[in-house]
């Protein structure tokens, strides 16, 4: 277990919806990053955030946004979904801003019909 | 952009048998990046290597870093069933941040 939770393991929905991905980072971890894996893409960064602000940018859609509340979890939100967006979307969390070892949260499987 | 590319893309051994799987980055390595995935889990950290020359172990997987070569071996010693799953590389910038990942070895062990 790598104190890294993640909500809710499973979620399936219709293309055009929207849905919010909830990660809670490690006791004590100030940086949240999320990655999006998918069998033709691999594994993705997609967006990091340290102590509430945003400190980098991947390959993250403008359809894609996300946040990180003062208590430190954060949310991403996807909407006007496509059948492309099935993955599996992780979050990870840091102690400090660059250099540390990420650890990863159990992910969130997403399933567009 | 870097890229690593992930050699082989899957492996099949003999439990008792010793492998290696390597990582090979186009760009400069600054953070190397060891860990183990079951397939639709999460990623299980392994080792991190920074310095050219490193060399770390646990249990019986052992990691080194070419700096020169920008490469990466992982080695397991006398594989067993449990040490099947997806192995990935992951390699930092210059300003740690993101990662960026190799495809992915793919290990069964046959018992």
């Known amino acids: 277990d790598s104190g890294v939770t993640q909500t809710p393991k499973h979620l399936i929905t219709a293309t055009g919806q929207r849905v919010t991905l909830r990660c809670s980072p490690r006791?004590?971890?100030?940086?949240v990053y999320w990655y999006q894996q998918s069998l033709d893409q691999g594994l993705q960064f997609l967006i990091q955030?340290?102590?509430?602000?945003?400190?980098a940018k991947g390959n993250i859609l403008e359809r894609f946004s996300a946040q990180q509340f003062p208590d430190l979890h954060s949310e991403l939100n996807l909407s006007s979904l496509e059948l492309g967006d099935s993955a599996l979307y992780f979050c990870?969390?840091?102690?400090?801003?660059?250099?540390?070892?990420?650890?990863f949260g159990p992910g969130t499987r997403l399933t567009v019909l | 952009s870097q890229e690593l590319e992930q050699s082989p893309q899957s492996l099949i051994v003999q439990e008792g048998k010793n492998l290696t799987i390597n990582c090979t980055s186009s760009?400069?390595?600054?953070?190397l990046y060891w860990y183990k995935q079951k397939y639709g889990e999460g990623l299980i950290f392994l080792m991190m290597?920074?310095?050219?020359?490193e060399e770390k172990s646990h249990e019986k997987i052992t990691a080194k870093l070419d700096e020169k070569k920008q490469q990466s071996s992982l080695h397991i010693t006398a594989s067993q069933p449990s040490h099947a799953g997806i192995y990935l590389c992951?390699?930092?910038?210059?300003?740690?941040?993101?990662?960026?990942f190799g495809a992915g070895t793919i290990l069964r062990v046959k018992s």
């Open positions: 955030y340290y102590n509430g602000e945003e400190r």
């Open positions: 290597l920074q310095k050219g020359g």
């Open positions: 006791s004590g971890d100030l940086s």
């Open positions: 992951g390699a930092s910038g210059e300003y740690g941040n993101k990662l960026v």
């Open positions: 990870a969390s840091s102690a400090r801003l660059n250099t540390d070892t990420q650890y």
């Open positions: 760009k400069t390595l600054y953070g």
